[in-house]
């Protein structure tokens, strides 16, 4: 679509500062921004200025439905914008983290974004029983729960395409959990597109740990994000937080304080609903590590 000053578009891959920008006619170019703008990011409807006939400069984001992203105290780095659904991969093996996977979900949730559970490699069916188990208190924390193998790409595509059809979903695991098998089962081209992009940036350029959006055949858009060990949410301020923890929502009704923070005050209704055995002590646990890591990025 045209418009006054310039063409629109989507970013459909970030390295670095420059950016992959896919037009209508699903023609790539690609772009850089001016001045030190606050950057795109993968998903993001985007106005480009072209230059020449390949180039451009990306002269205004649009207005974002939503921006997921992860931050530590020194920098913030943005997975993806304008998203529908995020699909955690965890596996019975290798032992997958509860910290992250927690994090993962309290992302998603403050992003308003619906998180869904791929628990992949399924047939390892002696493990499978005790990593149910481990997943299973999820499902009561909002998450779909879907069990597949990517292995298996007749069966990954007959569960995953109704699922993904029609929206945007970003892809997020630790390694080894399966996340490349999986994209390579569900986006066959994945290889050929990422050297079509690396092609256009021109040879040599490292584009490895770049974020993509991939179209799918069957519908929809998979977003794959490069692999993290880390996963600070430090941009969340302490509302947010709570509200990242759905157990916690009801709980909270019955705080003595208006303004509890709900880690030792007397009469905390999320102390309380934890040694009734309503919340986790876990997940009370998970809340301190990213309420404390908040409040040391308040101090910088
Ligand atoms: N048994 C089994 N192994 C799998 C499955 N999916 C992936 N793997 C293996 O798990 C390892 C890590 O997979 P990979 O896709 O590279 O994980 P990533 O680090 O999350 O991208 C590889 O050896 C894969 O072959 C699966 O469904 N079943
Ligand atoms: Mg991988
Ligand atoms: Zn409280």
Known sequence: MATDAGIQGRVVAAHGRHYT?????????QCFTRGKKS???????????????????????????????????????????????TLIVLAP?????????G??????????VQPIIILNKADLTHKLAAAHQRIGPYEGLG????TLSALDTEQTHRIMDPVLRGRSSLL?????????????ALVPQAHAATRAHSESLGSG???????????LASGGDLIDSPGFQAFGLQHLSPPEIVYGFPEFTLAIEHCRFYNCTHQHEPGCGVLAAMARG???????????????????????
């Not at 093996?93 to 996977?101: G, M, Q």
């Open 39 to 85: 950057g795109p990011t993968v998903g993001d409807l985007v106005v480009v200025l072209p230059q020449g006939s390949s180039e451009g400069v990306i002269d205004r984001i649009l207005p974002r439905r939503n921006l997921l992203y992860r931050s530590d105290a020194t920098r913030s780095k943005q997975f993806a914008s304008n998203i529908d659904q």
């Open 93 to 101: 093996e290798p032992d997958f983290s509860e910290d992250l996977t």
């Open 143 to 146: 998450a779909a729960v879907i």
């Open 21 to 29: 920008v896919e037009l209508a006619d699903r023609t790539l170019r």
């Open 103 to 112: 994090r993962a979900l309290v992302a998603s949730r403050s992003a308003g």
């Open 278 to 300: 309503e919340i986790q002590p876990a997940r009370h646990e998970l809340y301190l590590r990213i309420l404390a890591e908040n409040q040391a990025a308040q101090r910088y």
């Open 172 to 184: 997020l695991g630790q390694s080894g959990m399966g996340k490349s098998t999986l994209l390579n």
């Open 205 to 215: 350029r490292h584009t490895t740990t770049a974020t993509r959006l991939y179209h």
